[in-house]
């Protein structure tokens, strides 16, 4: 099998150290959990590069992370709006599928298939309408990896598990953070964060 991640590698923020050792194959499903705190997010930004590791290293597809790879790998944030306020959804749409490759007409299938309303301003929505927003352009980048922070959260139980069977059904890998049991069922591999420590690494 193809190894599309690999990290052993050390982060310190402040009095947090995540240490973290993991292969992540092509295809993977991985679940990341933890308590709050455990350094999940922290995992994602390493592996997106926003943050560099203090010591070891971080290869996806072979090389460190870099903007270059934007194309290949799609970062979901749990928190960070994507979306500028002034503009309606659809207009948003337009200038972020200026910026980056998506599959078009996925993205207005996906947002029709959770009734989103394309008229509507970011600020109009409803938290849960923006996730969905989100989630519509994140299964639609074609991106060969997918991190997804917390992507059920703030969702019904239907449409969690409309996003659980897409993170199952998606042509790529996908590694997300969750505190949602639902998920459980999602992944190949599930990855337990505490204190900063990998925990255990169980194949599902
Ligand atoms: N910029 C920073 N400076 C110092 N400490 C930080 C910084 N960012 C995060 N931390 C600390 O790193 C630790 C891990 O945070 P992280 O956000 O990765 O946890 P998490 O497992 O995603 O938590 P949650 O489930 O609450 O989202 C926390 O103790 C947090 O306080």
Do not use: W
Not at 83 to 98: G, M, R, T, W, Y
Not at 136 to 151: C, T, V
């Amino acid at each position: 099998m193809n190894k599309v991640i690999e990290i052993n590698a050390i982060k310190t923020l402040g009095n947090f150290q995540l240490k973290v050792s993991l292969d992540v194959n092509e295809n993977e499903k991985v679940f990341i959990k933890g308590p709050n705190g455990s350094g999940k997010t922290t995992l994602l930004y390493l592996l997106y590069g926003i943050l560099r590791p203090n010591m070891g290293y971080i290869k996806i597809f072979g090389e460190e992370p870099s903007v270059k790879m934007r194309q290949d790998i799609l970062y979901m944030s749990e928190e960070h709006l994507i979306f500028l306020e002034n503009l309606s959804l659809n207009d948003n749409l337009k200038f972020i599928f200026s910026l980056r490759r998506f599959d078009y007409d996925n993205v207005y299938k996906l947002l029709n298939l959770f009734n989103i309303p394309l008229d509507k301003k970011p600020y109009q929505l409803s938290s849960g309408q923006r996730k969905l927003a989100k989630l519509s352009l994140a299964f639609s980048s074609m991106a060969k990896i997918l991190l997804l922070d917390e992507p059920t959260a703030n969702l019904d139980v239907e449409n969690s598990k409309i996003i659980s069977e897409m993170i199952k059904k998606y042509n790529g890998t996908v590694v997300f953070a969750s505190h949602d049991e639902l998920l459980n069922s999602t992944c190949n591999k599930m990855v337990y964060l505490r204190v900063g420590n990998v925990e255990r690494v169980i194949e599902c």
